[in-house]
């Protein structure tokens, strides 16, 4: 072969060769970047559906937590508190005393008549006598009422409106024989106060 022919094709050659060995040896880097790069974006694809997934997870513990303190707030303000007498150092009886007033001025109003009423002061079945006797004065009522439905509705709810905690233990209902319009009630009723 001649040598001179071969000179004016040694440069494409050797541009050929070095291409080829550029694209081998970049070729692989090339190939394993492509492939990093779909690697990476399979994890952020992953990594936005977790984001999202955590994103509602959030908002749905905020309206969990939001429902929450609304709860509280409602509870603390449907919580009604403890009678506390003006004076201090009365005897049960002293102490009950005032938000039994209250009771019966509720009575009165809504025009009920007391046919008898028995009092058990502090009774030891009582939980807050249990759990803190010192601290608060219990007194159940027993009370014998006569009434109409209107006026015994009108007084469960001016009693359910009370600003003082009471717990009421029981109430029977009995018609009247000879008029039914009339009520014979049986009302059950624990009154509580601070010392």
Do not use: C, W
């Amino acid at each position: 072969m001649d040598i001179e022919k071969l000179k004016q094709f040694l440069l494409p050659i050797i541009i050929f060769v070095a291409a080829i060995v550029a694209l081998a040896f970049f070729g692989g880097k090339i190939i394993q970047n492509f492939q990093d790069y779909k690697v990476v974006r399979g994890e952020v694809e992953n990594n936005k559906i977790q984001l999202s997934d955590k994103r509602k997870q959030l908002i749905e513990k905020k309206k969990e937590a939001a429902a929450e303190v609304q709860k509280e707030k409602t509870v603390r303000q449907e919580a009604k508190a403890f009678y506390k007498p003006i004076e201090s150092g009365l005897d049960n009886e002293a102490v009950i005393a005032g938000e039994f007033a209250e009771i019966l001025q509720l009575i009165r109003a809504n025009q009920i008549k007391v046919r008898s009423i028995k009092y058990d002061y502090n009774p030891s079945d009582d939980n807050f006598v249990k759990g803190n006797a010192g601290r608060y004065n219990v007194a159940r009522l027993n009370m014998e009422m006569i009434g109409n439905y209107t006026n015994y509705d009108h007084f469960l709810r001016e009693l359910y409106k009370h600003e003082h905690f009471l717990d009421i233990q029981s109430v029977e209902i009995v018609p009247y024989r000879k008029d039914k319009r009339i009520l014979l009630i049986n009302f059950k009723l624990k009154l509580y106060s601070k010392r």
